[in-house]
């Protein structure tokens, strides 16, 4: 049997002058753009359209929607350093220490997986359980939808570095270049993922 | 980008200095929306804060500080148009506003 290999996975490709991966990987953040920023725009509609506060239908407050800055600003900051340890994953492999890459990888995995435990058993759980349902609110209605589409991102984030910490990692021995450019391909997309999660902390949480 | 050992070193200690500034800017939108500005300049200070933070981690954290490949800005510059065109459509509805008078006087 032939070994077929995908083209410029490691070269940069001479009509785009980057490796084809990365290419990839924007056109589908720029498409994850327009998901999340339709999402956004219909919250500015749906905000700015909200009668003022002694109509039944106002906007809650963050007293009244019960959610709570400190679980919400720890989650953030769990974000923000699982983005530091997945570029630096990639800087260590970059250096030739898979050993030390993969560790980062794993803090990265083990830090997603803390923002999923945190955003569901102390905040989904509780909120669904004490009536703050989708169907509450308009307010919680954007909260389900968007916390839910950003969770399912983190969620898939770690299929992706868990497969890079499995399977995939069998890569390093055959082609070590092209790992790495995986590697910053699903930081690329994991950096749009914390990207996104500083502005719905303070719009959610904080307005 | 490059990839030599020397700049790849260079680049951790932009990591850690971006980490720091980071930490700061949530700190900061929290105690922002602590003093309790009145709405909407809350949202703009929050917005603002917002996209210094996102900046600092699409400049450095996606190293588009050091990209130098035409391609990905002309689809960076799209998408920002496609953006900002997304964030005007709600303003688009005050065009309809007549039209929403008229429907809320006819149901009285």
């Known amino acids: 049997m032939s070994t077929q290999t995908l083209p410029y996975t490691v070269h940069p490709h001479p009509v785009t002058g980057i490796y084809s991966g990365k290419f990839g990987t924007w056109l589908f953040l720029a498409s994850e753009v327009m998901l999340f920023g339709a999402l956004f725009s219909s919250y500015v509609l749906l905000r700015v359209g909200a009668p003022e506060a002694p109509s039944p239908l106002h906007w809650p407050s963050h007293e009244e929607t019960h959610l709570s800055w400190r679980i919400g600003g720890f989650n953030t900051l769990v974000l923000i350093v699982s983005s530091v340890t997945m570029v630096m994953a990639w800087a260590s492999l970059k250096m030739g220490d898979f050993s030390k890459g993969r560790r980062y990888l794993w803090l990265t995995f083990l830090l997603a997986l803390t923002f999923i435990v945190v955003k569901l058993s102390l905040e989904y759980v509780p909120k669904l359980r004490g009536g703050y349902v989708p169907a509450k609110s308009t307010f919680f209605s954007l909260y389900y939808t968007l916390t839910g589409l950003h969770g399912l991102h983190v969620i898939g984030g770690m299929v992706v570095i868990g497969y890079f910490l499995g399977p995939g990692a069998a890569l390093w021995k055959r082609d070590p270049e092209y790992y790495t450019n995986r590697i910053e391909c699903t930081g690329l997309y994991w950096h749009f993922v914390d990207l996104v999660w500083i502005f719905l902390f303070p719009v959610l949480y904080l307005m | ?108």
């Not at chain 2, 800017?25 to 929306?33: E, R």
């Not at chain 2, 996209?51 to 981690?57: E, I, R, T």
Request: proline share 4%; aromatic share 10%; net charge positive.
């Open chain 2, 1 to 108: 980008m490059s990839g030599s050992h020397a700049d790849v070193s260079k680049h951790v200690r932009a990591y850690v200095a971006v980490f720091i500034a980071l930490a700061i800017g949530t700190i900061v939108t929290v105690a922002a929306a602590q003093v309790h500005i009145p709405h909407p300049m809350n949202y703009v200070v929050a917005m603002l804060i917002a996209l210094f933070k996102a900046s600092l981690v699409a400049a450095i954290f996606m190293h588009l500080k050091w990209e130098r490949a035409a391609n990905i800005w002309i689809l960076l510059a799209l998408c920002a148009v496609f953006f900002a065109a997304l964030m005007l459509l709600p303003s688009l509805t005050t065009f309809d506003l007549p039209k929403q008078a008229q429907r809320i006087g006819a149901w009285g």
